[in-house]
């Protein structure tokens, strides 16, 4: 994965591959991030809380 597949896909030039895909949700999981699931008001991201 590379900066210029971020920018072309933020930019909505292109798609992501599916393993591509994974790899940033993981990247953002592990920097804290929580993504919420479809819940009537739309998914969604958050910091994760630390306990």
Do not use: C, Q, W
Request: no cysteine; hydrophobic share 30%; charged share 30%.
């Amino acid at each position: 994965m590379t900066t210029a597949t971020l920018t072309r896909y933020e930019n909505e030039r292109g798609g992501m591959h599916a393993d591509t895909r994974d790899k940033v949700k993981r990247a953002l999981e592990s920097a804290g991030v929580e993504f919420i699931p479809e819940n009537g008001g739309g998914a969604g991201v958050r910091h994760r809380k630390v306990l």
